[in-house]
């Protein structure tokens, strides 16, 4: 199975501290992705990182890949109360036309 | 900024009824999927749709769903005689290119309840 599995399953800090989530896959991808999902809502997309790349900025994000480890980590920095939600990474697979494995995700709660 | 939009936002069937969810892609996206996210549980695959047919689809796509692009902007996706198990979230997303290429775009979801 592709599915990527996130750690911590949960994380709790305080409103300006960083947040780190890591995300772990099995097989080769072409590209990985992390999406946000506030409660019982739509899944925002946040950064798309492919398999040729080593490290992505956007605005308080850095997202690093390491294919050789088959992992990703997510990071918030500077947090926001709003940031806290649900995150996911999402990979595809090298070959076959088009789904994306969900993880189980990291639920963040930064407290103000 | 382009977006997937999704309604009903939220849907109450009975047991053994046929429900229709309704999507509307980004309008020059190319690939279309529905995913469904079982409260608490992972966000899961269910079909993906591209040049007017199904390219890949997941066990849980059976004969019960079917999915539908009628015209040049809607995508559906019907449940026929649904199930207390198919009450879930049902996301539909849209991408330019397949998987290999570039983002997929998410809409807020319909949240399906089944009595």
């Known amino acids: 199975s592709q599915q990527g599995e996130e750690d911590p399953q949960a994380l709790s800090i305080q409103e300006g501290e960083n947040a780190t989530m890591n995300c772990s896959y099995k097989t080769s991808i072409n590209n990985l992705q992390w999406y946000r999902q506030n409660s019982g809502r739509g899944l925002v997309h946040l950064i798309l990182?492919?398999?040729?790349?080593r490290e992505k900025h956007s605005g308080r994000l850095r997202v690093t890949l390491d294919t050789s480890k088959k992992s990703s980590s997510l990071l918030i920095t500077a947090s926001r109360a709003a940031d806290t939600a649900s995150y996911f990474c999402?990979?595809?697979?090298?070959?076959?036309?088009?789904?994306?494995?969900f993880g189980t995700g990291t639920s963040l709660t930064v407290i103000p | 900024e382009p977006e997937v939009t999704q309604t009903p936002s939220h849907q109450v069937t009975q047991m053994g009824q046929e429900v229709i969810l309704r999507c509307v892609p980004i309008?020059?996206?190319?690939?279309f999927y529905w995913y469904r996210q079982i409260l608490g549980q992972k966000v899961e695959f269910l079909v993906s749709?591209?040049?007017?047919?199904?390219?890949?689809k997941s066990e849980i796509f059976d004969d019960q769903f079917s999915v539908e692009r009628p015209d040049g902007s809607n995508f559906t996706l019907k449940i026929r005689s649904t199930k207390l198990e198919d009450s879930a979230m049902y996301f539909c997303?849209?991408?330019?290119?397949?998987?290999?290429?570039?983002?997929?775009?998410f809409g807020q979801g319909t949240r399906l309840t089944v009595v």
């Open positions: 997303a849209s991408s330019l290119y397949g998987t290999a290429n570039t983002e997929a775009f």
């Open positions: 999402a990979t595809d697979e090298r070959v076959g036309v088009g789904q994306f494995y």
């Open positions: 990182i492919r398999s040729n790349e």
């Open positions: 309008s020059n996206h190319l690939y």
């Open positions: 749709f591209y040049n007017n047919e199904i390219s890949e």
